[in-house]
Structure formats: structure tokens, C-alpha cells
């Protein structure tokens, strides 16, 4: 093994979750797969060939370096969609490509204009519109000079896309604030139809609005967390749960396992300290296994002393700093430790599980923000 540590990838928790998914919406629905922040750590380029094994062609990006990503991975000729940043030296080459992008300024439409008109091609936009999300999008204000330039222009835009993003969705707390989205967004659509303005989808659902506001799912929805087998929080997982089938009670399957191995083994006595300083005195003679993923690895400083991980089928604990290659384990009480054992830091072994919510859970971190942080650089790998 070259790297200190690897990360599996399952392709059966995969094809169940969209399962699941799609039985959330119905067959008439598009699902654009969200792969911003390298597919919630997941890998682009896995994910897409994963989505597009199991009938994906559609994938959503936060920026045009994800999109290009996307486009040399897809295999399909998927279509790809940035919901962010794209700076406006590329924008020629995302227009060329044929790559939909949001739009949701002026500024930008009229530079989709300039581009689209010079290379003889349809920019293809989805005109983003502020419900209240307060972020990025068209305010109602801007309606009449925004359908202006839109019909001025029709020869150049393809009206691909209305759309808007929910303010929380995953929390009952902005109950009321999502609704007024959902209003406000009706009466968008609404009056560009009125206006002669007819666009090819409209979405505005992520996973928490189409999993708790089924009113939300309209062409297309925009699912993120949901693929990768996470609850967008644990109240939705709630809000859902008792319209589950008793045999269908935990549809949505972790995709990521996260594995090592024991990279060598030490004992210490009593009363010795074990790594920097002082955090950890061993209470008794002790067997330290070192495993090589500390923070570097985004195993995070915070678990010093409080990190758990899997050895023979065992949670055992971390002790003392969380250094930047490497933990050492309290693997005192197994029996007969090697070198090159497997080490779980995330996933199961044998009749135990650490999942990602309890190992953020010590950590402050919510499901997005620890996989987003796994870094790039280790290797993933599928697993049937
Ligand atoms: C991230 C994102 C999504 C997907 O959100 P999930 O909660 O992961 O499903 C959908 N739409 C937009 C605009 C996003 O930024």
C-alpha cells in the first residue's frame, strides 16, 4: 500500500440510495447529481462514473474547475450545470461546451450575451431568482430590465433552467421562511409564463426540500447529501421515518468507508507519557499501536485524547495529540496486534460501526464539512 490510508467506495449503497431517492419522487423527475467539493469528498470522477452506471446524466457543480472535472470524466455526454463561480475568462469555453451555468446578475447575463454571439451558440442559463435565500439571484425588482434583455437575446440564451435555492430546509426552525420561498418562486415562474418566457426545467429542491416539501420537486432536483447516503439532518431523517416501510427503516447507505493499517507496535509502562507533552500518562503497562493518519489526513486535532477507531472488530480509543501523520491506539487488551492489521477510522469491522456523524459529532463538524475535508490526495476505491 503506497498511501498511509485509502478510502472505499460502495457501489451497492450507491444504486440503493438512488433507489430510494428516485421512490421520493417519481419516475417523471430528473435528478441532477450535486459533485461540488469534490463530490462530498467522494471523488468527481467516482461519482460520475457511479451516476452514470445507475442512469445519471446530469450533474450539478458549485464552479467551472468542477465542471471540467465533470466533463472529462463523464462518459455519457451528461449534462453538466455550475451553480457558482465562473470567472469570465471561461465562460467561453463553459458556453462552448455547452456546459448550463446560472445566471444571476446582469453583468453576467450580458457577457453570456457578448460570448454566445460571437461563437454562434446558445449560452445555455438558468436564471437564478431570490426567494429569500439572500444570497445570490434576480430580486423582484429586476423583473421587467431581466425579461427585456432575455427576449432581446432569445436567439443567443437557452432558457434551460428557473431556479432558486432553500434558506434550511433541513430544519423545521425555517419552516416558514422556506414557504415564502416556495411562493415567491411560484409567482416567478408564474409571470415569466405570463410574459411569453417558457423555460425547459424548473428545479429548486436540494435533498432536505425534496425529501420534507414534496411541493418543491418539480423537473428536476438537485440532490446532494441524499446520494452519498447522509440525512441532510437528523430532523429530516425524523420528519420521514414513519412513512418508511418497517423494513425499510434506514434506506440510505454511507458510501465511504475510511481504512488504515497499523503501522507498528510499542508497549509503555506505566506512568509514561505517550507523544507531545503531557496530554496522555499511561494509567498502566499499555500496547500503543501507531496508525499513519493524523491531521494532514483530516483527522482533526480535536480528537487528542477523544478519537475512536476499529481494530479487530474493537473500538479503541486514541491517546494522546492527534499529530499531523500519525495517532497512536491504546491496543492494550486485543489480542495478538500485528503490524499491517486494518485499521477503521471510518466504516465497519466486524459488529461495529464509527459512522460519520459520530466521528463529527466530537469533532463540531456536520456530515458536509468532515467529507468535504477528506483530502484529495487519498486514494479512493470502489467496493461492490
Ligand atoms: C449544494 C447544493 C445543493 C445540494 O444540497 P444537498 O443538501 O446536498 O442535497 C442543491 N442546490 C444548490 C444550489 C446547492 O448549492
Known sequence: ??????????????????????????????????????????????????????????????????????????QRNSQIMIMGMVSDDVLPWVIEKGIGFYVFEFERLYQAVRIARKQGKEARIHVEVETGFHRTGFEWQERDALLRVLKENEAYLDFRGLCTHYAGAESVANY????????????????????????????????AASLSYPETIMDMVRIGIAQYGFWP?????????????????????????????IMSVKKVKMGDFIGYGNSYMASRDMIIALVPVGYCHGFSRNLSNLGKVLIHGKILSVVGTVTMNAIS?????????????????IGRQKRNEITVASFGESTQQVNYELLTRLPQDIPRRFRS
Not at 177 to 187: C, L, S, T
Not at 329 to 345: F, Y
Request: charged share 25%.
Open 233 to 261: 439532518s437528523q430532523e429530516t431523517y425524523m420528519f420521514k421515518f414513519k412513512h418508511l416501510a418497517d423494513n425499510m427503516k434506514n434506506p440510505l447507505k454511507r458510501l465511504i468507508s475510511w481504512k488504515s493499517q
Open 329 to 345: 491506539v491504546d491496543i492494550t487488551d486485543l489480542d495478538n496486534p500485528q503490524k499491517g492489521d486494518e485499521v477503521v477510522i
Open 176 to 207: 416558514v421562511r422556506v414557504k415564502d420561498q416556495i411562493k415567491k418562486y411560484a409567482e416567478y415562474k408564474a409571470w415569466f409564463l405570463s410574459h411569453g418566457i417558457r423555460f425547459k426545467t424548473y428545479h429548486t429542491a436540494c435533498s
Open 1 to 74: 500500500m503506497l498511501h498511509t490510508s485509502y478510502i472505499e467506495i460502495s457501489k451497492s449503497a450507491y444504486r440503493q440510495n438512488l433507489k430510494f431517492i428516485r421512490s421520493q419522487l417519481g419516475d417523471q423527475v430528473m435528478i441532477s447529481s450535486v459533485v461540488k467539493g469534490n463530490a462530498y469528498g467522494h471523488g468527481i470522477e467516482n461519482i460520475v462514473y457511479l451516476a452514470e452506471s445507475n442512469g445519471i446524466r446530469h450533474f450539478s457543480t458549485f464552479s467551472a474547475d468542477e465542471a471540467k472535472r465533470v466533463y472529462e470524466a463523464s
